[in-house]
């Protein structure tokens, strides 16, 4: 890629000082003006030779230039490169044959190029616009090649931004997908068909210089949790979610750093479990008394909160305590404790550690939350002490 680029710089070099109509002959589909509506898009049915146009100067209205790509090959992904154009800021949308938008790259600002590190048609044709937001240059072209490689059938395929369009990924497997551009949303589905209790793990991993997210979405509640501790590349990881019958989206995103060279790729993988009461984490989804894990006394329990996470944990007294001790240890960030009894009156609320002398027999629940924005891993334990009969 890196000798691709000094080639195109060095032919720009060369043709600084060429008139426009000198170059159009480049060898390659040229960018045939007027192009600049879906009824008169250039039609490029070579692949394999580049795409070459100028942003004409238009006034005060931006030029742009549509062709219409149609691909040999259903098992093919394209690696798509548009050269930097001086003055301009390019952009590059891809749209279906009903004109819908499928994928729009714009990350950098004027003279610089533009990047789709992956994309995989679902159709035989697609319209590519190229546009300059703002900017011209009637005498540097800009030189859009499209790079194949056959298709990996675990890795997303775009567009898959919404829900309606999310890839399907079953348990016990990984996909991997590419943020791009930055904004980019990529969203999976796991059905669970059967009435039981599933337990599953999802971890997202990059090598890449990427600062990677995801939320799980959890239909039939309606409730979402974001999993992010910032920092580039590494791992974001929820343990030990548990749900019955139902379907759940997992939305993944990132920040990429302008000085990242790799793809922007990254990994999501699910991994089951079996669900048992006392797992040695908590149970999520646990945002409500209703769904508060249960803590076995004397027995530590993992857990992961984000800002706007509830944890909720339940314990039970069967007599009248001499104490109870609980402790929050947390990797991470500020996180406040509070205890209810069985009627959600608050009975105590802290951070870190916390004696509470004699408690009556009954039910108890331990609410966690933070207000920061970073994910943090915590371990809370519970210590229940009951005197002398």
């Given at each position: 890629m890196k000798l691709f680029f000094l080639l195109v710089a060095f032919f720009l070099v060369i043709i600084s000082c060429s008139k426009k109509t000198d170059i159009r002959p480049f060898s390659g589909v040229a960018d045939k003006e007027f192009n600049d509506s879906y009824e008169d898009a250039v039609v490029v049915n070579d692949l394999d030779s580049p795409i070459v146009g100028f942003f004409?100067?238009?006034?005060?209205?931006?030029?742009?230039?549509?062709?219409r790509i149609k691909f040999p090959s259903s098992n093919t992904s394209y690696r798509i490169t548009m050269t930097a154009v001086p003055d301009a800021d390019a952009t590059i949308t891809i749209l279906d044959t009903s004109k819908r938008v499928l994928l729009s790259v714009n990350e950098r600002?004027?003279?610089?190029?533009?990047?789709?590190?992956?994309f995989y048609p679902k159709f035989d044709e697609v319209y590519m616009k190229i546009s300059s937001i703002s900017g011209s240059n009637e005498k540097n072209p800009y030189i859009l090649s499209l790079k194949s490689f056959e298709k990996d059938k675990t890795e997303e395929i775009e567009p898959n931004n919404t829900e309606q369009t999310s890839m399907e990924i079953s348990p016990n497997s990984t996909k991997k997908g590419y943020i791009i551009p930055g904004?980019?949303?990529?969203?999976?589905?796991?059905?669970y068909p059967e009435e039981r209790i599933y337990c599953f793990t999802i971890k997202a991993?990059?090598?890449?210089?990427?600062?990677?997210?995801?939320?799980?979405?959890?239909?039939?509640?309606?409730?979402?949790?974001?999993i992010n501790r910032y920092g580039w590349g590494?791992?974001?990881?929820?343990?030990?979610?548990?749900?019955?019958?139902?379907?759940?989206?997992?939305?993944?995103a990132g920040a990429v750093n302008r000085t990242n060279i790799k793809d922007p790729l990254y990994y999501i993988k699910i991994?089951?479990?079996?669900?048992?009461?006392?797992?040695?984490?908590?149970?999520?989804?646990?945002d409500t008394l209703e769904t508060a894990t249960e803590l076995i006394n004397l027995e530590e329990v993992d857990g992961v909160i984000s800002q706007d996470d509830a944890d909720y944990f339940r314990f039970n007294v069967i007599n009248l305590t001499e104490s109870v001790n609980i402790s929050?240890?947390?990797?991470?960030g500020d996180i406040t404790a509070e205890v209810f009894d069985s009627t959600g009156a608050k009975i105590d609320s802290f951070s870190g550690d916390k004696t509470i002398e004699r408690l009556n027999a009954g039910t108890y629940y331990i609410k966690l939350t933070k207000s920061d924005t970073q994910s943090s891993f915590y371990r809370l334990f519970l210590n229940v002490r009951y005197g002398q009969e």
């Open positions: 004409e100067n238009k006034g005060d209205n931006q030029d742009i230039d549509f062709y600002g004027v003279g610089e190029g533009e990047m789709i590190w992956k904004d980019d949303r990529d969203y999976y589905h796991i059905a991993e990059t090598l890449s210089n990427v600062d990677i997210n995801f939320t799980l979405i959890n239909k039939s509640t309606g409730s979402e949790k974001l590494g791992s974001e990881e929820l343990s030990f979610v548990s749900s019955a019958k139902g379907d759940y989206y997992i939305r993944v991994e089951e479990k079996v669900a048992e009461k006392n797992a040695g984490f908590e149970m999520e989804f646990n929050v240890s947390r990797f991470a």
